[in-house]
């Protein structure tokens, strides 16, 4: 017998003694587990696998969240900015009592300077607003009352407060700035039958804001904003739908703007005329001594 079939023989010798040791029962319950451990290590490779997939598209999807509004915003970027508002506001009862107003922007996002400025009726006429909008945190506003001749910093807490009986709330007309808020892909939509991106946005631990979130809608064919819902929470509480919109010196701008207050159940429509953008306009128009003297 050659020395190969001698070493097979031994081997084979071997694990018949070792099956006839431990006995047919305990050989099939080896093989059992061999293989379940087997079958385990399959099952956490694959779910180890689709948990890296799974983050994989959850970080993905933040960052194309996070471009599509990067881009949105850089498709607006302006110098400065000028319209006159019509305000027209609904109550709950169907009611309509109008407003007008100016308003004038300078400067870029996050770093602008914004004064609105009532014009009619009479009693809220040379009423002005000035917000001095920030990159990091929330804006700073101040008020000015001609008939008082008193100008007051508006607070952080007075911030969700209706601006003079309108919709709006004061920190709605601040602007918003893309490294404010972080972001979620929330999925595909349609607004007044034009395809939108879907996002949620959360301010960020600088930015103070009434609200808890914010779902955001963006056109797909311009990258104008479609709509805007604020939360409280898990409550919707303003909705700001954008309509009207056209392309005036080559930025898709909504000439129609509608906020919703979905607790009160009224509205407020903001329709902008001799709307320009890029206008000649003095830094030292927008403090607050300026908007004392106009």
């Known amino acids: ?12 010798v071997w694990q018949m003694r070792r099956i006839w040791k431990v006995g047919p029962a305990r050989t ?7 293989g379940e451990r087997r079958r385990i290590g399959r099952v956490a490779l694959i779910v180890l696998a689709v948990a890296v997939a799974e983050l994989s598209l959850t970080l993905s999807a933040a960052d194309n969240a996070r471009q599509i509004v990067e881009e949105a915003q850089k498709r607006t970027d302006a110098t400065s900015q000028r319209y006159e508002g019509l305000l027209q506001v609904f109550d709950a009862k169907g009611r309509v009592s109008d407003k007008r107003w100016s308003f004038e922007r300078l400067g870029s996002h996050g770093h602008s300077k914004a004064v609105l400025r009532f014009t009619a009726p009479a009693e809220v006429k040379g009423v002005a607003l000035l917000v ?63 395809a939108c991106w879907k996002i949620q946005s959360t301010p960020r631990q600088s930015k103070s804001s009434q609200y808890t ?3 955001v809608w963006i056109r797909k064919d311009n990258y104008a904003f479609a709509r805007i819902e604020n939360y409280v929470k898990d409550d919707a509480v303003r909705r700001l739908n954008y309509s009207d ?8 701008t909504a000439r129609q703007m509608e906020m919703a207050d979905l607790k009160r159940g009224s509205r407020t429509r903001l329709t902008l005329d001799k709307l320009e953008y890029n206008v000649a306009l003095k830094d030292e128009d927008f403090t607050l001594q300026a908007i004392r003297r106009q």
Do not use: C
Not at 7 to 12: I, L
Not at 156 to 183: A, I, K, M, P
Not at 245 to 252: G, L, S
């Open 245 to 252: 919109i056209r392309n005036v010196q080559r930025i898709w």
């Open 213 to 215: 979130r914010s779902t």
């Open 28 to 34: 099939r319950k080896l093989a059992r587990e061999s």
């Open 132 to 194: 001095v909008n920030h990159p990091d945190r929330a804006s700073d506003q101040w008020m000015w009352t001609p008939a008082i001749e008193r100008d007051r910093r508006i607070a952080l807490q007075d911030r969700s407060t209706r601006f003079f009986g309108t919709d709006f709330s004061f920190e709605d007309l601040e602007e918003r700035d893309v490294d404010q808020y972080d972001y979620q892909l929330l999925g595909d939509d349609a607004i007044d039958g034009a």
């Open 1 to 12: 017998m050659s020395k190969a079939a001698r070493v097979r023989q031994a081997g084979w």
